[in-house]
């Protein structure tokens, strides 16, 4: 079964705007990702948040967390075309032997 | 350093066949994990290996199965095919349990006809 759900389903904003992304999950966690899947291919790791962490950077990327109210959130700046892809966050269920459990993900289309 | 790769790219088989797929992780990566990914849809866990052990497996049928070898590499094994296992599986690997990022190949697309 799935542990995180990502909203919205699909996001189409232009070139130059910011995305935001949400995922909710249900249960305890050590940590919460963030992934990025280009059409077809395998899934690239793009940031790690600890769930004593409430907020991270890396580049054009900025993640929060709020574990009380078990969602995420992850903003792309300055959105480029190349940002197009498929956006999944991924929980390990600090109560299910730690296994890695993935949303359904974001699809993001940043037009030129 | 190689990353994860996954053979056959592409694997067609037809209802009712068996279906094994490879998995080879990142060198010095102890666990692997299989992910089911049907067209358009997210990421169903499937099966998780560390150490030669499956640790945990995803709400699919036996005919489900796999194993770790030695070296760490692994096979995903799906017996007595049918039309919705069709999907792309992906792999993906990691140092240890939990925690750490998990690096994926590339997938291989099973269709089934």
């Known amino acids: 079964s799935q542990q995180g759900e990502e909203d919205p389903q699909a996001l189409s904003i232009q070139e130059g705007e910011n995305a935001t992304m949400n995922c909710s999950y249900k249960t305890s966690i050590n940590n919460l990702q963030w992934y990025r899947q280009n059409s077809g291919r395998g899934l690239v790791h793009l940031i790690l948040i600890r769930s004593n962490e ?26 480029r075309a190349a940002d197009t892809a498929s956006y999944f966050c991924a929980t390990d269920d600090l109560y299910n032997n730690n296994d890695m459990r993935f949303g359904a993900g974001t699809r993001l289309t940043v037009k030129p | 350093e190689a990353g994860v790769t996954q053979s056959p790219t592409h694997l067609i088989k037809t209802r009712g066949q068996q279906a094994t797929l490879r998995c080879s992780p990142i060198s010095g990566h102890t666990s ?9 849809l997210g990421l169903q866990f499937l099966l998780w290996y560390d150490e030669g052990e499956e640790r945990n497996r995803g709400n699919f049928p036996p005919r ?50």
């Open chain 1, 54 to 79: 409430r907020e991270k950077h890396s580049g054009r990327l900025r993640v929060t967390l709020d574990t009380s109210k078990k969602s995420s959130s992850l903003l792309i700046t300055a959105s």
């Open chain 2, 32 to 40: 692997v994990y299989w992910y089911q990914q049907a067209l358009g």
């Open chain 2, 64 to 113: 489900f199965s796999g194993r770790q070898f030695p070296n760490y590499s692994s096979e995903l094994n799906v017996n007595a095919l049918e039309l919705e296992d069709s999907a792309l599986y992906l792999c993906a690997s990691s140092f240890g349990q939990g925690v750490l990022a998990l690096h994926f190949g590339n997938g291989t697309r099973l269709t089934v006809t």
